[in-house]
């Protein structure tokens, strides 16, 4: 008797997945979880430790990992890396746009680079890389993409205005570009998901474990496989975890009053 398949389980090793941003943290668990499912991946990140986890994840699922270092949050990193899996010969079923920044600052203590580089990162390789690779798939009549969003978009918070803008545009391009692929034999998910338990938001491990353990924040590992479930079953936009989607109304329309507190209280993390 054959055992059940897990949703988007593939033979071991007949298709081939991407995924930015993959050294670590939510990318790293997508990397991961893609492999458990029978990918090949092809894992991008800035830092050089992406070649020495494309290793232990290529050796614990026995498929083929193959590690890119590049920086996407520049103008062309969407072209080079298509070229590059061009020139290689990859096909991809799946690409997930992972890659990111956080910026908790007010716009007007933001460096200007970091404003260039975030937009760019979010925003321009984002909607570059599902051109290029959207066409790809529609080519062949299969595959799909996921894009990170955040759950920032409902609640544009003083210090978040760059960060919940760029992640808006996401959830809003993901929407239209699905439209548009529809019946293609593509999909296009956006995740929104809330706090997750990375180094991203430059806590200390004892905070990401006492969120987690306290339900304030979502674990890298359950974060990539509800943003892969999703995926697998053709949704345009996924908030995981049904509590928070009941407080998106009170995040679109937190009251002054409390904002006004809530910025003085939360001004000294603002960096």
Not at 11 to 37: D, F, K, N, P
Not at 85 to 100: P, W
Not at 152 to 175: C, D, E, H, N, R
Not at 223 to 244: E, H, Q, T
Request: positive net charge.
């Amino acid at each position: 008797m054959c055992c059940k398949k897990n949703r988007g389980e593939v033979r071991r090793g007949s298709a081939w997945a991407m995924v930015t941003g993959a050294g670590h943290g939510i990318g790293r668990q997508y990397a991961e979880r893609l492999a458990e499912l029978g990918y090949n991946v092809v894992m991008v990140d800035i830092d050089d430790n992406v070649v020495q986890e494309a290793d232990i994840v290529s050796n614990r699922y026995s498929v083929s990992c193959v590690a890119k270092v590049l920086d996407m949050a520049t103008t062309d990193a969407a072209h080079l890396l298509h070229t590059w899996t061009t020139e290689q010969g990859y096909e991809f079923d799946v690409v997930i746009n992972n890659a990111g920044i956080f910026s908790f600052c007010d716009i007007l203590n933001t460096p200007t680079e970091r404003i260039e580089r975030l937009l760019v990162l979010h925003d321009l390789t984002l909607t570059l890389m599902c051109r290029l690779y959207g066409e790809d798939m529609v080519r062949r009549g299969k595959g799909r993409l996921l894009n990170m969003s955040s759950y920032s978009i409902w609640m544009p918070f003083p210090g978040l205005a760059l960060y919940s803008a760029s992640k808006a545009y996401v959830k809003s391009f993901t929407q239209a570009f699905a439209k548009e692929l529809r019946a293609t034999g593509v999909s296009v998910t956006a995740i929104c998901p809330a706090g997750i338990a990375t180094d991203l938001y430059g806590l200390s491990k004892d905070l990401q474990k006492f969120g987690v353990k306290w339900g304030i924040l979502m674990s890298p590992k359950s974060c990539a496989r509800r943003g892969l479930n999703a995926m697998f079953k053709g949704r345009s936009i996924v908030v995981p975890d049904w509590w928070f989607r009941l407080f998106i109304p009170i995040c679109r329309f937190l009251p002054n009053f409390l904002i006004r507190p809530l910025r003085s209280f939360t001004m000294r993390w603002q960096k």
